[in-house]
């Protein structure tokens, strides 16, 4: 793993196109009033210009705000699942995202998944990915952090790989610990 030096978690910030990309394109239609106001409360003013960057704890509680207030009466990780979804859609819109997913959708799921860590170092100042490849179509996917959201990851990483040309792509969550997350990437071949 190529290290950027471990960055403290009070100092991790997620960067503008990936909170443009879920609040400005994902749930185009979906901002009610209840939930600009609930936002702003938890630090993200939709009716100001976005900011270049917003810590990994406000963005964690503005997903948990976001999921109560669009998708309730879900369980909590199909709500996250659904909302990861949104997320990547709305990530392609924009300008950073289309030229992101043009590029994934040339190299297919292979190589797709060999530049995930380039990728996901683009949408943060603290990300660190270490692959290890198990087989054609399996890695292992190592990130120094975790995310207290279910299933929101490996639907995030599942619409990345469908968006490579992967058939049947499956995420799972195969360890965690108290600062990183391991999951298991497979698909099948066309």
């Known amino acids: 793993m190529k290290h ?22 994902g749930l ?3 901002v009610s009033p209840r939930l600009k106001h609930r936002l702003r409360q938890a630090g993200i003013d939709l009716d100001r ?12 509680k503005c997903l948990d705000v976001i999921v109560e207030e669009t998708l309730p009466g879900l369980p909590r990780e199909e709500a996250f699942r659904q909302l990861a979804e949104r997320h990547v859609q709305g990530y392609g819109r924009t300008v950073v995202g289309r030229a992101v997913y043009g590029v994934m959708r040339l190299l297919g799921p292979r190589r797709m998944v060999q530049r995930l860590p380039q990728t996901l170092r683009a949408t943060d100042n603290y990300t660190e990915v270490e692959l290890t490849e198990q087989g054609p179509t399996t890695y292992a996917m190592r990130m120094n952090s975790r995310v207290d959201a279910p299933g929101y990851a490996e639907a995030l990483f599942e619409s990345l790989l469908r968006l490579g040309g992967a058939e049947s792509p499956r995420v799972a969550r195969i360890h965690e610990d108290a600062d990183s997350t391991t999951y298991q990437l497979t698909w099948t071949e066309r």
Do not use: I
């Open 4 to 25: 950027r030096g471990a960055v403290p978690l009070e100092q991790r910030l997620v960067y503008v196109q990936v909170v443009e990309g879920l609040l400005e394109h």
């Open 28 to 30: 185009r239609g979906s």
């Open 49 to 60: 210009p976005l900011l270049p960057g917003y810590p990994v704890l406000l963005w964690g």
